[in-house]
C-alpha cells in the first residue's frame, strides 16, 4: 500500500522536473528548487521510497515504432464472476497491445487503448482478445484521427 505523503513546495518542484526530464541532473533540480544537492537527494530517495515516484521511464514516439492505429475500446462483459473478471482483467494488463486500462462505472465496465501497426493488426487483436473470449459480451471501438494531447505527467502544482 502506498503510504500518505505531506508534500511541500520543494517536493512538488522536484517532481515536476522529474516528470519533464528524468535525465535531469541533481545539481539541476535543486537549483531548481532552491535545495542543496544533499538535500534534494533525501527527498528523491524518500519519494522513491513511499512509492509516490513509481518508476522513471523513455517515452517513446508509437509512430516510429509503426504503430499508426490508435483504438479506444469500451468492454461490456457477460457475467458477473468474479473469476471471470479477475481473468479478463489478467489478460488486459498483461497484453502489450493494452496500453491504459480501467474498470470504470457507466454504460461499460472497462475501457482501454490499444495500438496496433494498421487497421488489419487491431482486427487482428480483436479475434484474439475479444470475439475469442465467450464473457465479452460487446465491444466499441472508436478510432483515434489525431492526438491532440497525450501526457504522464501529473499536475503536481494542484
Keep these: 500500500m502506498i503510504q500518505s505523503y505531506q508534500f511541500d513546495s520543494k517536493d512538488r518542484a522536484l517532481l515536476g522536473c522529474l516528470q519533464k526530464n528524468a535525465r535531469i541532473t541533481i545539481q539541476e533540480m535543486a537549483d531548481i528548487a532552491g535545495l542543496s ?3 534534494t537527494q533525501r527527498r528523491l530517495r524518500h519519494l522513491r521510497e513511499s512509492g509516490v515516484i513509481q518508476k522513471e521511464v523513455a517515452v517513446i514516439n508509437q509512430k516510429k515504432l509503426d504503430l499508426g492505429i490508435t483504438a479506444v475500446v469500451s468492454i461490456e462483459l457477460e457475467r458477473d464472476r468474479i473469476d471471470q ?7 488486459a494488463c498483461a497484453d502489450p497491445q493494452v496500453l491504459h486500462f480501467y474498470c470504470i462505472a457507466g454504460d461499460a465496465d472497462f475501457v482501454m487503448v490499444v495500438v496496433a501497426r494498421d487497421i488489419s493488426g487491431y482486427e487482428e487483436f480483436t479475434h484474439r482478445f475479444f470475439f475469442s473470449d465467450k464473457n465479452v459480451r460487446k465491444f466499441r471501438t472508436s478510432i483515434v484521427v ?3 494531447k497525450t501526457t504522464t ?6
Design 146 to 148: 489525431s492526438t491532440e
Design 85 to 91: 473478471i479477475d481473468a479478463f482483467k489478467r489478460k
Design 37 to 39: 544537492t544533499a538535500s
Design 153 to 158: 505527467e501529473l499536475p503536481v502544482t494542484l
